[in-house]
T-cell receptor, first 113, second 116 residues
Framework: DTGVSQDPRHKITKRGQNVTFRCDPI?????LYWYRQTLGQGPEFLTY????????KSRLLSDRFSAERPKGSFSTLEIQRTEQGDSAMYLC???????????FGPGTRLTVL | AQKITQTQPGMFVQEKEAVTLDCTYD???????LFWYKQPSSGEMIFLIY??????QNATEGRYSLNFQKARKSANLVISASQLGDSAMYFC?????????????FGTGTRLKVLA
């Protein structure tokens, strides 16, 4: 399977703990996106990478959130000191430089107790 | 600011009939792209169709077509010959082309239920 993969698929944590999610994009895709989706809503943009450079970051991304893509391949999204409001599905997507279509991964569902 | 509006929270359609899902958008950028995605209960977002703002003809992909009315700023999705497997959430999205942003804005979605 050469699609976008995300790990873990589900994460349950206690409030105040740190969590880290991983996204592996399609290998030839330079662009990588993170989104957050809460129940009954569409995905909300969080951040965007062009290769290893983080070029855009939403105001939704508080200081507790950080994302990296160290070698321009996989990416990690870390949430520090989780809050119940962080409970959501975190989606990763990738695309080619020249393409407009984003390919989404299956998402990581985070539950903060 | 760019915005996507989907006013139909839920829709029903009889199997084998056609259905139209509404989407209106707002942008001041003359160059933009419009997208439709399907999200089954499994959660994965599946790309369906794309329409560029300068495209002269409406986009079509198999049973999916996009009714693009630029002056009205609408980009409705038409699904012909509905199948039970079409039951899912459908999201309209937009990306501006010249504003320097790469982010995609999604609507709140329409839940489609196909009836046997």
């Amino acid at each position: 399977d050469t699609g976008v993969s995300q790990d873990p698929r589900h994460k349950i944590t206690k409030r105040g703990q740190n969590v880290t999610f991983r996204c592996d994009p399609i290998s030839e895709h330079n662009r990588l996106y993170w989104y957050r989706q809460t129940l009954g809503q569409g995905p909300e943009f969080l951040t965007y990478f062009q290769n290893e450079a983080q070029l855009e970051k939403s105001r939704l991304l508080s200081d507790r959130f950080s994302a990296e893509r160290p070698k321009g391949s996989f990416s990690t999204l870390e949430i520090q000191r989780t809050e119940q409001g962080d409970s959501a599905m975190y989606l990763c997507a990738s695309s080619k430089n020249t393409g407009y279509e984003q390919f989404f991964g299956p998402g990581t569902r985070l539950t903060v107790l | 600011a760019q915005k996507i509006t989907q006013t139909q929270p839920g829709m029903f359609v009889q199997e084998k009939e056609a259905v139209t899902l509404d989407c209106t958008y707002d942008t001041s950028d003359p160059s933009y792209g419009l997208f439709w995605y399907k999200q089954p209960s499994s959660g994965e977002m599946i790309f369906l169709i794309y329409q560029g703002s300068y495209d002269q003809q409406n986009a079509t992909e198999g049973r999916y077509s996009l009714n693009f009315q630029k002056a009205r700023k609408s980009a409705n999705l038409v699904i012909s010959a509905s199948q039970l497997g079409d039951s899912a959430m459908y999201f309209c999205a937009m990306r501006e082309g010249t504003s320097g942003t790469y982010k995609y804005i999604f609507g709140t979605g329409t839940r489609l239920k196909v009836l046997a």
